[in-house]
C-alpha cells in the first residue's frame, strides 16, 4: 500500500446535542487511529464517513476512486451499502439465522469465485480463532466471541471489495487486554497484507502505540493534532508512564 496515497477526505460539521463536531482531515497511512476522550466524538466521524450520519454540512471523498460519499452543497448523500467502507462497531449486529461460517462468507459475498471465498473465510476464521464455532448460531456465542465475528465479517468483506476503507469503533472492548491486543497485532498484518487500510477509534494510549499507528487527536469536536503516535501522543504516554511508576 503507498503511503503517499489518499484513502479519504473529510470535512465534517454536525451539531450533536451541546457537541458542535467541526472536523477535517485525510487518511494517507495503511492504519489511523482517532483518539480522544469519551464525548468529543470520534464515535460521530465514523459513522458520517459509514453513512449511518447525515452531517449538517460538508464533504466526505473515499476510496481508490475517490469516490464522492457526501457533498451537502451538491445534495449528494450515497447510502451506507454502496460506500467503498466497511464497519464494526461495538454493538454485534450479527445474521441470528446464519451459522458463524455464513455470517462471514456473507460478508466476503463479493468473490465471484467459490473456492477463493471458501479459502478467504478459512482465514479469516482461523485469525479471529472461531474455526471451532463455526457451524454454530449467534445466540450459541459470549458477548466477546460475537464482536470477533463482526470484525471477522466486516474484514472479510473489506478485502473482497478491493482495498475498502475498514472503520473500527472499539469492537474489542470487551475482551480481555491479551486478547484484543494479539488480535489488533494479527489483524494489522492481515489487512497490511491486503493493502486494505483502517481508521479506528479508542481512548487508549496503549492501543494506540500498539499499533504504531498515524494519530488523529481529537477534543470537543475539533481536531487538536494530526502524525505518528510517537509524537501526538508524547505526553498522554509520559503521564501513563509516571502514573504506572507510582501504582
Do not use: Y
Amino acid at each position: 500500500m503507498s503511503e503517499n496515497a489518499t484513502h479519504l477526505r473529510a470535512k465534517i460539521r454536525h451539531r450533536l446535542g451541546a457537541l458542535v463536531l467541526d472536523v477535517g482531515f485525510e487518511l494517507t497511512q495503511p492504519w489511523t487511529v482517532l483518539f480522544g476522550p469519551s464525548g468529543s466524538g470520534k464515535t460521530t466521524v465514523l459513522r458520517a464517513i459509514g453513512g449511518f450520519v447525515r452531517p449538517d454540512a460538508g464533504r466526505i471523498v473515499a476510496g481508490l476512486n475517490q469516490m464522492t460519499l457526501v457533498d451537502t452543497d451538491a445534495r449528494v448523500f450515497v447510502p451506507p451499502h454502496e460506500r467503498p467502507v466497511r464497519t464494526a462497531g461495538q454493538a454485534a449486529r450479527l445474521f441470528p439465522h446464519m451459522t458463524i461460517r455464513r455470517n462471514v462468507s456473507f460478508g466476503a459475498g463479493g468473490d465471484s469465485d467459490p473456492e477463493k471465498r471458501r479459502r478467504l473465510v478459512d482465514e479469516v476464521l482461523e485469525l479471529f480463532c472461531l474455526r471451532p464455532l463455526a457451524e454454530r448460531m449467534p445466540h450459541d456465542l459470549s458477548g466477546g466471541e460475537r464482536q470477533k465475528v463482526l470484525v471477522a465479517r466486516a474484514a472479510a468483506s473489506a478485502v473482497t471489495e478491493g482495498k475498502n476503507l475498514l472503520l473500527l469503533d472499539e469492537p474489542f472492548n470487551g475482551l480481555d487486554l491479551r486478547v484484543r491486543d494479539e488480535l489488533l497485532e494479527e489483524l494489522h498484518q492481515w489487512l497490511s497484507r491486503w493493502k486494505t487500510p483502517v481508521l479506528s477509534v479508542t481512548h487508549d494510549v496503549g492501543e494506540a502505540f500498539l499499533l504504531g499507528a498515524e494519530v488523529i487527536k481529537i477534543a470537543e469536536g475539533r481536531v487538536v493534532r494530526q502524525g505518528p503516535v510517537a509524537t501526538v501522543l508524547a505526553d498522554e504516554r509520559a503521564r501513563l508512564m509516571e502514573q504506572l511508576a507510582h501504582g
